[in-house]
């Protein structure tokens, strides 16, 4: 049963991409796209890309910081081709670059499996927290569109009685899971609990202080990334803030639909910047530009990782 989920969980994702990859195709021409391509300002691709770069050397600088409590100095470049490295195989198998960064850092830095393993998990609790912040500071600015938007698409007595039936699952639900001895409630509450703990250990930190600068930059610099890519078309030109907000949160979420968001991606996209009125063949152009960029320079680096890894540790 439990290969059979596995299974599931490596073939379910690969199969959704290749759907949505066909169906990407569909609704724009490969010539068509390749134009887009050739016609785009590269300036600001590569401007996206070294961005892209820079927020990845933060995320491995910013691991020594949690190995340092743990008593431990790892360098500098093994953390950066780990991170690669573990970028590389989550394009093959979804989840599965954490695992394989755990063990680089056990096998070139000693670290132990179980504490390099959860220090990543800790980091993964500090960047979903950044994305609810992503997501708060959208709702934010964006609550009158938002409103407006649910206010059109759906009847007022309708949007408050949707509101008041999700409040009361929500509530039920809270209950369930507090006082349930069900496996999923206790997975739950261990998750939550971890949620906590992790965020804890954060500010228990020497230099937690450092910590929250580099998560503040590494979310700066993948905002950043989708701002100046979006550069690159002409048709793009007029992006607000607002779109690339909430284009951001919707490609955020995709890449743990498909493997690395192959597929999902650019439709997400093109979903967020329909709802700004955005033209639906740039911006299915600039997903695909987006993601094939950042999966291009993470197949090129994490595989010269892979490779430099005992080169770089022969001693």
């Known amino acids: 049963m ?47 890309a070294g961005l892209g770069l820079l927020s990845h050397i933060s995320r491995a600088y910013r691991w020594l910081y949690m190995a340092e409590p743990l008593g431990y100095k790892p360098k500098l470049p093994n953390s950066f081709m780990a991170v690669y490295s573990a970028y590389l195989i989550n394009l093959t198998i979804p989840r599965a670059g954490e695992v394989a960064r ?62 008041v039936v999700l409040l009361v699952v929500a509530l039920g639900l809270f209950i369930f899971i507090k006082r349930s001895a069900s496996k999923f409630a206790l997975k739950v509450r261990r998750f939550v609990s971890g949620l906590i703990e992790g965020v804890l250990s954060i500010f ?53 639909a498909t493997n690395g968001g192959i597929g999902s991606f650019p439709e997400a996209i093109v979903i967020a910047f329909a709802l700004f009125n955005m033209p639906e063949d740039p911006s299915r152009a600039f997903g695909w530009i ?21 080169i770089y540790n022969r001693k």
């Open 2 to 48: 439990n290969r059979f989920k596995t299974i599931l969980k490596v073939v379910l994702p690969l199969l959704l991409g290749v759907v949505l990859v066909w169906y990407s195709l569909s609704q724009i021409s490969v010539s068509k796209l390749v134009q887009y391509f050739k016609d785009a300002n590269y300036f600001w691709i590569f401007l996206g």
């Open 102 to 163: 755990a063990s680089i850092l056990a096998n070139y830095e000693g670290v132990p499996f179980d504490k390099g393993f959860g220090t990543i998990v800790a980091e993964r609790v500090a960047d979903t927290i950044m994305l609810l912040v992503v997501i708060g500071v959208a709702l934010i600015l964006e609550f009158e569109f938002i409103y407006d938007f649910f206010i059109e698409k759906f009847n007022p007595s309708t949007l408050i009685l949707a509101v």
């Open 204 to 256: 228990k930190m020497k230099k937690k202080w450092a910590f929250i600068f580099h998560t503040l930059f590494i979310w700066v610099m993948y905002l950043s990334v989708f701002y100046t890519t979006s550069k690159a078309l002409p048709e793009l030109s007029d992006i607000t803030l607002a779109t690339v907000l909430i284009g951001f949160i919707l490609a955020s979420f995709s890449i743990a």
């Open 290 to 310: 987006l993601w094939s960029t950042q999966t291009l320079a993470v197949i090129i680096l994490g595989g010269l990782s892979l490779i430099y890894l005992p």
